[in-house]
């Protein structure tokens, strides 16, 4: 009795043959988390800093200046938005540990000097990025080798 195998691989989901674990719920997650990142760093942050600063800053000009800082993250959201290259995820990877680097000293900074709801706004932030970089390694290690190599046993 033959067996009849079907290649339907539009519809099967993505997985990395080696795991067993599926790609793409991890690619939604990363890329949801993301999105919410940006959308909270450009606008909900300077908005919120704005409102709960007694000092009241310019919330056009918080816009404007993480704008600014976004411009690295703004490069590299197509490549987010894809989820498939290592190369370029790994590369992703390095530019949020930055960006978490960045939040952890301004978090650290308002510490002592901001209100507990400012604080709150700025670990929101930092919460975020962090579960970016969690998604993004998971995912990293999901995805195919970079190098296609077969690793052969040591032997002794």
């Known amino acids: 009795m033959a067996i009849n195998r079907s290649d339907n691989k539009a519809n099967a989901p993505i997985e990395n043959a080696a795991a067993g674990k599926p790609i793409a719920p991890?690619?939604?997650?990363?890329?949801?988390?993301?999105?919410?990142?940006m959308a909270y760093r450009l606008l909900a942050l300077p908005i919120m800093i704005s409102v709960f600063n007694p000092t009241s800053p310019d919330i056009i000009g918080g816009i404007a200046w993480q704008t600014l800082w976004l411009i690295p993250a703004f490069i590299l959201t197509p490549v987010i938005l894809r989820g498939r290259s290592p190369y370029m995820l790994l590369i992703g990877s390095m530019l949020?540990?930055?960006?978490?680097?960045?939040s952890g000293v301004v978090l650290f900074t308002r510490f002592y000097g901001s209100s507990v709801i400012e604080i709150l706004v700025y670990l929101l932030d930092f919460v975020l990025l962090f579960a970016i970089n969690v998604w993004l390694f998971i995912l990293l290690k999901r995805l195919p080798s970079m190098n296609n190599v077969v690793k052969q046993p040591r032997s002794r």
């Open 96 to 102: 949020t540990l930055v960006y978490l680097g960045a």
């Open 26 to 37: 991890m690619r939604q997650r990363l890329l949801l988390t993301w999105l919410v990142w």
